[in-house]
């Protein structure tokens, strides 16, 4: 629920609200990109912190305390009237959700399943991708018929309902560890030296590189394709009919790479998600009609989700439970810090020369060489 709640901090949500809030605001397109691009890198900082917090004392608390702070910063966007305090909303919700909810909801499903874990991480990501396949073209429709302010009011409100408030009532207290085969092999025991010895190891190096280079490119796509897409000449609808293709495949894709993953060489499968984002972004590169922007949101909600999925599962394989969500939370960082340097790089190449086209070869020569890494990075041994 925490997840499906959370769709306000989404970048296909965003992207819906980049136009009218410009336009409103006064702002270019670099501009409105700064406080999330801030916010991400602010965010990666802060994630391997949470990661180990989370490791060391649970994460309900945790939990309730970003989802207040997302839900806190929508509804001062929606209220207040100085485009400054609305910057720094932006700024604060990106850097929280991505320091600390999303690595406190994925860590703590996959270091909580020891069977299925594949299955179990793919339907957190599953419930966010149904939250911005239904919210999408609702919010589009608030924002065009009533103000962007008041969606964010809604996604504020959705935010505390669905977000801290359930799990204050929901979440146990303390994670349960009684299991055998907890008490057998110690899964949960926070260990400083195996996380040590995982930051040293070249895979987890190539592995880092790999989700940086990646997270440029989604996030540098996704946030301004809708405006990319105006500028190609294709309807609002169009554009808003792509990014709830890009939630539906989201949710699609969430339960069938969680399900490959579990069934299938994990790194294998990893590999097919990085080839399907560079087919996302040819895509994007070449939108000839309706039908291949269309193939596009497709391809690109697959990628996007099957690479956060995977990679949560793929570190857990190669470096165990017990310092998952810490090196969960690094690999976050090399993520995040990705996302921010792809959103503000699309928005200066396109204030520079008045198009996209640049931005996006560059992110595609991005996604092939994060490929190379990827197929790079073996499993370490325990003595790595």
């Known amino acids: 629920m925490t997840e499906f709640s959370n769709v306000g ?6 992207a819906v609200f980049i136009d009218a809030m410009t336009q409103d605001l006064n702002w270019s397109r670099t501009a409105i990109s700064a406080p999330p691009t801030i916010g991400a890198i602010l965010g990666a900082l802060m994630a391997p912190i949470s990661g180990q917090i989370n490791d060391r004392f649970g994460a309900k608390y945790l939990i309730m305390l970003s989802t207040g702070i997302v839900a806190l910063c929508c509804i001062v966007m929606s209220v207040i009237q100085i485009g400054i305090v609305v910057g720094v909303a932006l700024l604060v919700m990106r850097t929280v959700d991505q320091g600390a909810t999303k690595i406190f909801t994925a860590s703590t499903v996959t270091k909580t399943f020891v069977n299925n874990k594949g299955f179990a991480v793919s339907i957190v990501f599953f419930a966010g991708s149904i939250g911005c396949m239904i919210l999408v073209p609702i919010v589009s429709y608030i924002i065009n018929e009533i103000g962007w302010r008041q969606a964010w009011l809604v996604l504020g409100a959705l935010m505390f309902f669905g977000g801290t408030l359930v799990t204050f009532v929901f979440f146990p207290f303390k994670q349960d560890s009684s299991s055998s085969e907890n008490e057998q092999n110690d899964s949960y025991t926070f260990r400083r030296t195996d996380l040590l010895r995982a930051r040293r190891s070249w895979s987890f190096i190539l592995i880092f590189g790999s989700l940086f280079l990646t ?12 405006s990319y897409l105006g500028d190609e ?8 009919t792509a990014m709830s293709l890009v939630a539906f495949s989201s949710a699609v894709g969430s339960i069938l790479w969680g399900r490959l993953g579990d069934k299938y060489n994990t790194k294998l499968v990893t590999a097919i998600t990085y080839l399907t984002l ?8 070449f939108p000839f009609n309706y039908w291949f922007v269309y193939c596009m949101g497709l391809t690109f909600g697959l990628a996007g989700v099957g690479i956060n999925t995977l990679s949560a599962i793929l570190l857990a394989d190669y470096y165990g439970r017990n310092i998952l969500a810490s ?5 976050r960082t090399a993520q995040v810090l990705g996302f921010g340097i792809g959103t503000q790089f699309s928005a200066l190449i396109y204030d520079m020369t008045g198009t996209y086209e640049i931005a996006f070869i560059s992110f595609l020569s991005l996604c092939i060489l994060g490929l190379g890494l990827l197929i790079l990075a073996k499993k370490p041994s325990l003595s790595d």
Request: net charge neutral; proline share 0%.
């Open 9 to 14: 901090t989404a970048m296909i949500m965003l």
């Open 327 to 331: 090196i969960y939370g690094l690999s």
């Open 233 to 240: 000449g294709f309807s609002s609808t169009v554009s808003v």
């Open 215 to 226: 997270g440029i490119a989604m996030a540098g796509t996704i946030l301004h394709v809708v």
């Open 278 to 285: 560079i087919g996302a972004i040819l895509f994007v590169i």
